[in-house]
């Protein structure tokens, strides 16, 4: 269906134009529209006129954050979020499937991931089978308030095994064996640290996992967040991204920051930004510069 000026509704809510000439955007309407996914509607209304002021919610189609045309529309989307700060993150030991807690900053991070992903609530999360995970998403429920969100555990989106050099400082190692060498084993995709997992090894259960389990229920219109890890989410991102390996050794992923992904009818990505769009946040550094690390 398209409005008067031949653009079709969903591109002319995302160019934040009116749906057609003249229309408000109140709350009864988005309501009306968005009765399955009422909650999320009222939280846009509500914010929009807080921010806005009066009844009126003619400002929501230009949400920033795009959630209402993702509502409106019935199309499912993706959250993928890092754990917090981990205690050996901040020790910065190479921590792999080392089972370790959050650091009181990682708790911070939940809670504020869990504050920037109230607007998106989900039908259900996926998170592997190490606390740092299953701790991140406890904290980030407890901030949006889905306290009975249906989890799936999975050791398939554990972080990358580092093998021989779990627990071990990284700037020890690398005094050790050089840095070229270390940068090798972080950074490349498939050559494996000894006893350890490449980033391809890491692939190739991440990503049979994600489409045999996650995609049929994006599929199904259910939106999903997956907690995980610096590698395990780096290797879907190559996957629904389409990076190579070259584009992925100069990724990191900062630890508690949400991104969104938006789908098109038959799931090819049509947007994936980091949440708030606005703050420029994103991957923590290049290869090779001093970082928490993906570990």
């Not at 002319?12 to 009116?18: D, T, V």
């Not at 708790?107 to 701790?135: F, H, M």
């Not at 508690?256 to 703050?279: I, T």
């Amino acid at each position: 269906m398209r409005g008067a000026t031949g653009v079709t509704p969903a591109l002319q809510l995302r160019a934040g134009k009116p749906w057609w000439p003249g229309l408000r955007v109140g709350e009864a309407y988005i309501t009306k529209l968005c009765w399955h996914r009422r909650g999320l509607a009222q939280a846009i209304v509500q914010r929009n006129q807080a921010q806005h002021g009066g009844t009126g919610c003619a400002s929501a189609y230009t949400d920033r954050k795009t959630a209402l045309t993702l509502f409106v529309f019935n199309m499912a989307y993706l959250l993928t979020v890092r754990h917090g700060q981990s205690v050996w993150n901040l020790e910065n030991r190479f921590t792999g499937e080392t089972d370790v807690d959050l650091s009181p900053l990682g708790e911070d991070e939940a809670r504020r991931a869990g504050q920037l992903l109230k607007p998106y609530p989900v039908d259900l999360a996926y998170t592997s089978v190490l606390k740092r995970a299953i701790r991140t998403l406890a904290i980030i429920e407890q901030q949006t308030g889905q306290t009975d969100l249906p989890v799936v555990r999975t050791a398939a989106l554990n972080e990358r095994n580092y093998g021989a050099l779990q627990g071990l400082n990284k700037a020890e190692v690398a005094q050790q064996y050089g840095v070229a060498q270390v940068t090798l084993w972080r950074r490349s995709y498939d050559v494996a640290p000894p006893r350890g997992e490449s980033l391809k090894d890491t692939y190739e259960r991440v990503v049979p996992y994600y489409t045999t389990q996650i995609e049929p229920r994006l599929k199904a219109g259910k939106n999903v967040l997956i907690v995980a890890h610096g590698n395990s989410l780096r290797a879907l991102m190559m996957h629904l991204e389409q990076l190579s390996p070259v584009q992925i050794a100069r990724i990191d992923l900062a630890t508690g920051v949400p991104r969104l992904y938006e789908f098109d009818a038959s799931l090819r990505v049509l947007k994936a930004v980091y949440l708030p769009e606005s703050s420029g946040a994103g991957p923590s550094s290049e290869a090779g510069l001093p970082d928490a690390g993906e570990v």
